[in-house]
């Protein structure tokens, strides 16, 4: 059984957009403990939510996708999500376009869909 990988790499507004989210909720612990006093529960809340909400978040991040078996496999962090493919009536081609707008310059992207 052929095993086919693709990598799932990050744009450069995705990377860009991703650190200055991680960068605020980083920044929300320290500025709740240097805004003087709060009770216990506040700071507490103040400093776990943001980075729970950050490693929860890094637990999705996908990784990659690989076609196996009849299934399309989304690579996460810690696990796999399995997607069978048996149902799809069929994919093709388009010459529709998606226009991105990367750094300085515009990529096009050909469109694939499900028929």
Known sequence: METWEFDAPWGTPLK??????????LSVPVI????????ASEIAAGIAL????LGV?????VRGYSIEGGALLVRRLLWSTRIDLAGLPGTSA??????LL???RLVDIAAVSAK
């Not at 943001?50 to 909400?53: G, L």
């Open 50 to 53: 943001p980075v729970v909400a």
């Open 16 to 25: 860009l957009i991703s650190a200055f989210a991680s960068l605020v909720l």
């Open 32 to 39: 709740v403990v240097l805004t003087g006093q709060r009770p």
């Open 57 to 61: 978040t890094l637990l999705f991040t």
């Open 102 to 104: 990367d750094g300085a």
């Open 94 to 99: 388009r010459p529709a376009t998606v226009k």
